[in-house]
Structure formats: structure tokens, C-alpha cells
């Protein structure tokens, strides 16, 4: 199955994926996603975060649509290397100046650890055996880096259970796509401060 950037300045631009330990999003499932972030007006000029990356798609997707910067993270060498073929690829059809692209090798723990930058659109599309514990603690270390309108898109399996959402974040919506669901998560009311 060949993975393609679907929307945007670098719509149809095929997309390097590894060979083994990645699940791409389905190019009907991003689709969707993209519709329901267009139709939010959340993509243009946002500060977007891609984990657990795998070849990017999700992120590079959002930066073809206009996305003002994205962050892959991705601990897996090879699919590191494979996002840094496929941004370089969207790097030279950007218009120059345009996008700012930064991929980090590392655990997704150790990166919400030690980050400090502030995100409107986050993408979180784990290996389906990432159990719901693991989830929830990355969820808490990004609620105080997420803007007062931010967007959080969680890819899990049809057959997970809702999660116990953490203090700042509560549940838009879930979509089934087959065995793929989408959660939608917002940011709550009332939320910790930025510390």
C-alpha cells in the first residue's frame, strides 16, 4: 500500500514508510481526520505535534495544509530515518520560509519530559499495544503544553475502552473507522497553568 501526502502544497508526494514496526494511518482514516481539522480551522498557522510518528504522515500531512511548524517524535531508528527522507521531501516543495520541520529520536516520556514548547494540534497514534496506562501518563504531561484551543487526535483499536481521561483534557467525540478508532480530545475549562 503506497502512502501519499492527500492535501496541500505537497498533495500526492509519496511518503517513505518503514518496512516493519509501524501501523500507517489508512489514507481513508487520515482523510477524515484532515476534513474534521479543516472544518475546525485548526491546521493553518498551528504549532503541530506528530508521536510515536512512525513515517510522519499524520504530521507532514497537517504541514502540507499549512501548518506553521510540526515535531515528529519517533524512538524507532528506522522510522526516524524514514521521517527525515519524507520532511526532507516536503521541505524543498514548501515555499521557502514557510515551515519548520523538527524530528526527535527519543521516547515519547523522555521528549514530554523535557519539552517546554506549547502545541495547537497533536497527534498521538501509538502502537495498539501501548496499554491505556502508559497513554493517560503522556496525556498528563502534555495538558500544560497544549494552547486554550488545542485539538489532541488519538488513533487506538476499535476494541479499546475509553480511557480515564487526566485532569485538563476531556472527550470531543469518537469515530470508528472498522478496527481503527479516533478520539478527539479537548482541552478542559479548567486546566493546570503552565508551570
Not at 73 to 79: D, I, W
Not at 105 to 132: H, I, K, M
Not at 142 to 148: E, G, I, K, P
Request: aromatic residues 6%; proline residues 6%.
Amino acid at each position: 500500500m503506497m502512502t501519499r501526502i492527500i492535501a496541500g502544497f505537497a498533495g500526492s508526494v509519496p511518503l517513505v514508510v518503514p518496512r516493519f514496526g509501524t501501523r500507517p494511518t489508512s489514507d481513508r482514516v487520515r482523510e477524515a481526520i484532515f476534513s474534521s481539522l479543516d472544518a475546525r480551522g485548526v491546521i493553518e498557522g498551528a504549532r503541530v505535534l506528530d508521536l510515536y510518528a512512525g513515517s510522519g504522515a499524520l504530521g507532514l500531512e497537517a504541514a502540507s495544509r499549512g501548518a506553521a511548524s510540526v515535531t515528529l517524535v519517533e524512538n524507532s531508528l528506522q522510522a526516524t530515518q524514514a521521517c527525515r527522507k519524507n520532511a526532507a521531501v516536503l521541505l524543498r516543495a514548501a515555499p521557502k520560509g514557510s515551515l519548520a520541520i523538527e524530528i526527535t529520536s527519543s521516547p515519547v516520556q523522555t521528549f514530554l519530559q523535557g519539552s517546554r514548547a506549547e502545541w495547537d494540534v497533536v497527534f498521538l497514534d501509538p502502537p495498539y499495544e501501548l496499554g491505556p496506562a502508559e497513554l493517560v501518563h503522556n496525556l498528563e504531561q502534555l495538558v500544560s503544553r497544549l494552547s486554550a484551543d488545542a485539538v489532541v487526535v488519538i488513533e487506538r483499536s476499535s476494541r479499546d475502552a475509553e480511557l480515564a481521561w487526566p485532569a485538563g483534557l476531556e472527550l470531543d467525540k469518537r469515530k470508528d473507522y472498522g478496527d481503527t478508532s479516533v478520539w478527539w480530545v479537548r482541552v478542559s475549562p479548567v486546566r493546570h497553568p503552565n508551570p
